[in-house]
């Protein structure tokens, strides 16, 4: 059994992907931020999982996430206080302790990732101890634990591009088994446009905006490709 936990942060103009507001301007910064929500919580539900669960920043019934619908099937939590780390390690803890099974936690940002990924991320948790999704900036899209792991959470100098390699490096001085999945692209700067998903476009966004910037989410094919958040692991 696999409980799915995904990391986001309302979708507030001037709050959420704040690198590409340069390029985009804050409202279109957030329309598109909610849109890779909803595409990620579209393909969570699709890939048949035990559970899903959002786990909310600000918490759950804050105004910051009025008009924001969730699709049913989602449970809600909060992330609570902290930096990443201890919020990650918080959130997984709790859900390993409150499921029997293993755990995958993702982010938003990252519309490749997609439900054949998290099925074949959950498949091969069930023969190691941890799976990993890298992302090509040097971070990771997803991590996936048997057991509590504070280590690879904890003094992490996040959103730089050594915490992929750094979590490894940790997990592997554990003694631990880690699958690695295909290298994938996040969305959290301007040069990353170009690798929305074909089709991949926000409603709202301005007529004069950049194709690339242009939303309807496609379903991710359901096949492995080879290859959290504005803040993300």
């Known amino acids: 059994m696999t409980r799915l936990v995904i990391f986001a942060k309302a ?14 301007g804050a409202d279109d910064a957030a329309a598109l931020a909610l849109a890779m929500l ?38 809600c939590t909060t992330q609570g206080d902290g930096d990443l780390g201890e919020r990650m390690d918080r959130a997984m ?6 499921h029997q099974g ?15 990924h998290l099925r074949e991320a959950a498949r091969q948790l069930a023969q190691h101890d941890a799976v990993f999704l890298p992302v090509a900036d040097g971070g990771y899209v997803l991590i996936g634990l048997q057991a509590p792991c504070p280590a690879i959470f904890r003094q992490m100098a996040w959103s730089t591009s050594t915490v992929a ?14 699958w690695q999945g295909p290298v994938l692209h996040d969305i959290d700067e301007a040069a990353d ?41």
Do not use: Y
């Open 38 to 75: 909803d595409h990620t919580l579209q393909q969570a539900l699709a890939a048949g999982l035990d559970a899903v669960e959002l786990c909310m920043s600000p918490a759950p019934g804050d105004p910051a996430w009025h008009g924001v619908a969730l699709p049913a099937g989602v449970t």
């Open 193 to 233: 446009l170009v690798h929305l998903p074909v089709g991949f476009v926000v409603q709202n966004i301005k007529p004069n905006r950049p194709p690339a910037q242009s939303v309807q989410a496609p379903a991710a094919p359901d096949s492995i490709a080879n290859s959290f958040l504005e803040e993300r692991p």
């Open 165 to 178: 390699a750094e979590t490894l490096q940790r997990l592997s001085a554990l003694g631990l088994r880690v």
């Open 93 to 98: 803890q709790r859900a390993l302790g409150l």
């Open 11 to 24: 979708p507030q103009p001037g709050a959420v992907k704040t690198r590409l507001i340069p390029a985009l």
């Open 102 to 116: 293993t755990v995958l936690l993702i982010g938003t940002d990252c519309p490749a990732l997609g439900s054949a």
